[in-house]
């Protein structure tokens, strides 16, 4: 399976991006999928995921409120929805295929490439 993030940007601080997650070789209906991001010098950390039929989400409690993740079984995407972004939220953000829309990266087998995105003050 390959995944591709997509939609990260320059944006300034208050402003929207949406993320894409497309996957090929599977279909993502067979998967929860969960968002991570990882700054420079930074551990990667939790973002949200969404079980597989979209009926469960998770957040991180820095993104609850301003962040939403929903799905598209129909065409195979994935999509986190980030609103009111801060400059703190700057970072690589990474989808990833899992069992269970848990908040632990050990718990997603397959990831993808990132998409860059940077809040400017």
């Known amino acids: 399976v390959q995944l591709q993030a997509s939609g990260g940007g320059l944006v300034k601080v208050g402003g929207s991006l949406r993320l894409s997650c497309a996957a090929s070789?599977?279909?993502?209906?067979?998967?929860?999928v969960g968002w991570f991001r990882q700054a420079p010098g930074k551990e990667r950390e939790f973002v949200a995921a969404i079980s597989w039929n979209g009926g469960f989400t998770n957040y991180a409690d820095f993104v609850k409120g301003r962040f939403t993740i929903s799905r598209d079984n129909a065409n195979n995407m994935v999509y986190l929805q980030m609103n009111s972004l801060k400059p703190e939220d700057t970072a690589n953000y990474y989808c990833?295929?899992?069992?269970?829309?848990?908040?632990?990266?050990?718990?997603?087998?397959?990831w993808g490439q990132g998409t860059q995105v940077t809040v400017s003050s």
């Open positions: 070789g599977r279909k993502l209906s067979n998967y929860a």
């Open positions: 990833a295929l899992g069992r269970l829309a848990r908040d632990r990266w050990s718990d997603y087998d397959h």
